[in-house]
C-alpha cells in the first residue's frame, strides 16, 4: 500500500513538473506573440474580417499567415516558432487563438514599470 501511495505522489509530482514546463514555454510564447499582435492593429475590422476568411478551414496556411499579419520568410519562421504550440508545423486556428488571448491578458496585466 505504501509503495502505491509513493507511486501516485511521484506520479502527480512529475504532472506538476511537466505542466510547469509546458507553462514556461507558453510564457515564453506570449511574449513573442505580443510583438505580433502590435504588427497589426488586431481590433481592426479588416484585419478581423480577413483573419475569418483565412481560418475558415481551421489551418492558417504559410500564405494565408503571410497575408493577414504582413509578414516575410523570416517573420513567418518566427510567426509559427510562436504560434505553433504542438510543434507539428502547422498553426491550427486554436493554437493562434489560444497564444493571442494570452498575449492579449499579458498586455492587459502587465504591471507598470
Same mark, same amino acid.
Given at each position: 500500500? &505504501?509503495?502505491? $501511495?509513493?507511486?501516485? $505522489?511521484?506520479?502527480? $509530482?512529475?504532472?506538476?513538473?511537466?505542466? =510547469?514546463?509546458?507553462?514556461?514555454?507558453?510564457?515564453?510564447?506570449? =511574449?513573442?506573440?505580443?510583438?505580433? *499582435?502590435? &504588427?497589426?492593429?488586431? /481590433?481592426?475590422?479588416?484585419? &478581423?474580417? /480577413?483573419?475569418?476568411?483565412?481560418?475558415?478551414?481551421?489551418? *492558417?496556411?504559410?500564405?494565408?499567415i503571410k497575408s493577414v499579419f504582413?509578414?516575410?520568410?523570416?517573420?513567418?519562421?518566427?510567426? &509559427?516558432?510562436?504560434?505553433?504550440?504542438?510543434?507539428?508545423?502547422?498553426?491550427?486556428?486554436? /493554437?493562434? /487563438? =489560444? $497564444?493571442?488571448? *494570452?498575449?492579449?491578458?499579458?498586455?492587459?496585466y502587465r504591471p507598470s514599470s
Amino acid at each position: 500500500m &505504501k509503495g502505491a $501511495v509513493v507511486l501516485l $505522489v511521484a506520479m502527480v $509530482v512529475m504532472m506538476g513538473q511537466t505542466d =510547469a514546463w509546458r507553462f514556461w514555454r507558453t510564457a515564453a510564447s506570449v =511574449a513573442a506573440g505580443a510583438i505580433f *499582435l502590435g &504588427k497589426r492593429d488586431v /481590433e481592426d475590422a479588416d484585419f &478581423k474580417a /480577413e483573419l475569418k476568411t483565412a481560418a475558415e478551414d481551421g489551418v *492558417l496556411t504559410d500564405e494565408e499567415i503571410k497575408s493577414v499579419f504582413v509578414l516575410d520568410d523570416k517573420g513567418l519562421d518566427k510567426f &509559427k516558432e510562436t504560434y505553433d504550440m504542438n510543434d507539428d508545423g502547422t498553426i491550427q486556428v486554436t /493554437e493562434y /487563438e =489560444a $497564444v493571442a488571448s *494570452l498575449a492579449k491578458s499579458s498586455k492587459k496585466y502587465r504591471p507598470s514599470s
